[in-house]
């Protein structure tokens, strides 16, 4: 079952600050929203994740709405090599890399 | 730390022959679990482990069979390939516990003829 709605593509000037949303409007009190990209065909990498505060690491930040049924991921200063498909996930805080729905994903393109 | 190490990178199969994928994590990582990604889609998963002896089924078990013996190890088997399970595949691991991230090897590209 598709927990999450992304937009299949973006595209994002070099340099400019990407902002990928995610709709999740049936997530429940207990779970997480994470964020993880895949560059071309290697393995997904962890970004950020959040339960209902905005957090912020080296990579991005994660803005999550009061109600907690959307949220956006944003790459500050997106660089080509942010080019890439990011999936956005809702899933129990205990899931770790188990029980992860990865859905289709947003790819997008960083334009130079 | 070399994190999750999986082998092959690339494996060309016949139908009906057998083979094990293997992933070995070095992070005393309890979780493990694999996933197939085939072209244009997301990962599903396979199998998964809590810890070394217990195992369980994911989203789309049939045709593989995965044991974990130890913590460090977690291979894949197929027991007779067929065309359908062409596909890339993911190993990943995690700490228990809540709020962990996973984890992923570099994949392995399979194709069976």
């Known amino acids: 079952d598709a927990k999450t709605t992304q937009p299949p593509s973006m595209d994002c000037a070099e340099g400019r600050a990407a902002n990928l949303p995610c709709n999740h409007s049936t997530i429940s009190g207990n779970e997480y929203v994470y964020w993880y990209r895949q560059i071309h065909s290697q393995g997904p990498q962890y970004i950020i994740h959040?339960?209902?505060n905005n957090e912020t690491n080296e990579m991005a930040s994660l803005i999550i709405t009061e109600d907690r049924k959307s949220s956006t991921l944003i790459l500050p200063h997106a660089t080509l090599r942010d080019t890439a498909v990011y999936y956005c996930?809702?899933?129990?805080?205990?899931?770790?890399?188990?029980?992860?729905?990865f859905g289709t994903g947003t790819r997008l393109t960083v334009i130079p | 730390n070399a994190g999750v190490t999986q082998t092959p990178k690339f494996q060309v199969l016949k139908t009906g022959q057998s083979m094990t994928l293997q992933c070995a994590q070095d992070?005393?990582?309890?979780?493990m679990s694999w996933y197939r990604q085939d072209p244009g889609m997301g990962l599903r998963l396979i199998h998964y482990s809590v810890g070394a002896g217990i195992t369980d089924q994911g989203e789309v078990p049939n045709g593989y069979n995965v044991s974990r013996s130890t913590t460090e190890d977690f291979p894949l088997r197929l027991l007779s390939a067929a065309p359908s399970q062409t596909s890339v595949y993911f190993c990943a691991s995690s700490y228990s516990g809540w709020n962990t991230e996973a984890f992923f090897g570099q994949g392995t590209r399979l194709t069976v003829v």
């Open positions: 959040g339960l209902k």
């Open positions: 992070m005393n990582h309890e979780y």
């Open positions: 996930i809702v899933c129990p805080g205990s899931a770790g890399a188990n029980n992860l729905f």
